[in-house]
């Protein structure tokens, strides 16, 4: 009897092509190496790697993570070598990832969008860019590029002006209106966004009266923000045609789905992966049977079924 062909699940955004829906979020897997004993990277679509700027940084005062009610708040501060440095001594080893190793740029001024973005993607190893202009950690200025539509705009603009592969944007969904920003982003050149980075949020220490991050503030990421990331690919997917990277609190293949049907053509994944690594195989896994069980040959299929006014192109 002939074998049952598997639905296809291969994803395009832009030019870059992943065999698997799945992206692991930036900040929460390295480079894959730590992943590596564990899980075959080749089952993963592609990593994000953490956010790199023009010049290091250390990152902010201890404690930079709390476990909240079904989440993490995180306030790493971006602790990254600078570019030249990251260039010089870490992008060299990616060069073997079997899956699609994604740059992610962060910046404090749209020329530092330009530039780090310019020196990333000149490296082979290096398959696609994703612009993290909302980074919620670094005191107003990380995420004031998400919030203001002239300098989304502007940083988005600069980046695409300085190469030609894949150009993902990661909007925040600390925002009024995320469908605006994901309009603006999109006309200024963007192949495809993430969304969403983190909620931002606090936490007290009742007993000595003191904020429990170090950072007093930092960014809720996990299945406590699912809904609030949910809702906001809904509404990106009825602004927007570029492809959506849907992320936030994704544990489970259901969860993956729930993204998709609101208008995400892939996943993203990242607190997950730290409490049990095989989250991104389960996810591609459950899936594939989701997709068999019901008869449809290509995940695209079911992209923004649930969203009536779904705009994108499938
Ligand atoms: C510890 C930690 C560090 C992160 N660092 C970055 C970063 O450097 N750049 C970035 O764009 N997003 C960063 N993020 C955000 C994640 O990539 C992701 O968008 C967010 O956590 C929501 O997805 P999740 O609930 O699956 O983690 C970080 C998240 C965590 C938890």
Known sequence: MAEATQPDLAVALGRLRL???????????????????FIDLAALGGV????????????????????????LL?????QNPGIDA?????????????????GSVAGFSVDDYAYVTERLAAR????????????????????????????????????????????????????????????????????ALAVINTVRGMSIDVDRWTPRLGNANGGLSGPAIRPVAVLAVWEVARAVKIPIVGQGGIETARDALEFILAGASAV???????????????????????????????????????????????
């Open 86 to 102: 990251y260039l010089e001594n870490d992008v060299a080893n990616f060069a073997d990832r079997p899956c699609a190793v994604i």
């Open 124 to 191: 082979d190893e290096i398959d696609a860019i994703e612009l993290n202009i909302s980074c919620p950690n670094v005191g107003t200025e990380g995420e004031t590029f998400a919030c203001d539509p002239s300098l989304a705009e502007a940083a988005t603009r600069a980046a695409r002006g300085v190469t030609d592969k894949t150009l993902i944007v990661k909007l925040s969904p600390n925002v009024t209106d995320i469908a605006a920003i994901a309009r603006i982003v999109e006309a200024a050149g963007a192949d």
């Open 48 to 71: 994000v790697l953490k956010s790199v700027t023009r010049h290091p940084r250390l990152g902010n005062a201890a404690p930079r993570l709390v476990s909240t009610p079904s989440g």
């Open 74 to 78: 995180n306030a790493i501060g971006l």
């Open 268 to 314: 993203g994944i990242g607190t997950g992966n730290f409490t049990d690594p095989r989250v991104p195989l389960n996810v591609v896994d459950g899936i594939r049977d989701y997709l068999a069980a019901r008869g449809h040959s290509a995940l695209s299929e079911i992209v923004g079924k649930a969203n009536p006014r779904f705009a994108g192109v499938r």
């Open 19 to 37: 065999s698997w829906p799945t992206l692991m979020g930036s900040g929460c897997y390295g480079s894959g190496e730590e992943y590596a004993p």
